[in-house]
């Protein structure tokens, strides 16, 4: 008797013997050619989304730099001051599905006054997306101070590309690329926090802004430690 039927003999023995121990084998061998099979697809879906990188144009919307402070200071004379911690670009979508789009996105992180209490947080400031053949590139304002929030924050750059800049003078220079960007959905205007208006510099990003209490917070000092 040659190897290969004695191998062939010894595989009958011990499946009579440990019926269950084949069948798990069998099962076994299935359930890693299935995960092989969706690796691979999710694979192959994820590799067919289109990739959208941010134009340089995009970018100059943001007028940050990592480690600037802001110096805000109220209508009664209240200060507040806000860090630049982080800018993260070369951002893209993640998730559990396959996207037709990946499109870039940069976020300018800082640390800030907690709207509603007596503490520091750390969140986006600022968010910039970059659009893709369905939907247009959009700009996030999150302002988040001290008992402000700016809760309609997010335009197109077509819009904002429509409109009319004004000129405003504050404690720290002239501005002639100032766009006032009022809260259009009013959703949350019952809340003491609600900011009627941000006054925004193409250069130096937020001069100023309005609250609907009439208190009005403007920068007064931007620099690099």
Do not use: Q
């Amino acid at each position: 008797m040659n190897f290969i039927n004695l191998r062939s003999v010894f595989n009958r023995k011990v499946r009579a013997k440990n019926p269950l121990l084949f069948i798990y084998k069998t099962v076994r061998a299935h359930m890693k050619k299935r995960t092989s099979i969706i690796i691979l697809t999710t694979i192959l879906l994820t590799s067919c989304g289109k990739r959208i990188e941010m134009p340089e144009s995009e970018k100059m919307w943001n007028p940050y730099k990592v480690g600037e402070v802001l110096i805000f200071k109220s209508s009664e004379n209240e200060l507040d001051t806000i860090k630049v911690e982080e800018i993260n670009d070369n951002i893209f979508p993640d998730g559990p599905t396959p996207l037709k789009y990946y499109n870039e996105s940069l976020w300018v992180f800082v640390e800030h006054t907690d709207p509603n209490y007596d503490r520091h947080l750390k969140s986006n400031f600022l968010e910039i997306r970059t659009g893709t053949p369905e939907k247009p590139a959009t700009i996030s304002f999150g302002l988040l101070a001290k008992n402000s929030v700016f809760y309609d924050s997010s335009r197109t750059i077509e819009e904002l590309d429509s409109m009319e800049l004004t000129f405003l003078e504050t404690p720290i220079g002239k501005f002639s690329d100032v766009l006032e960007i009022y809260d259009k959905a009013r959703r949350y205007s019952e809340r003491d926090n609600f900011v009627e208006k941000i006054y925004w510099s193409k250069s130096n990003g937020y001069l100023k802004f309005e609250k609907k209490d009439g208190k009005t917070w403007e920068l007064i000092k931007k620099y690099v430690p």
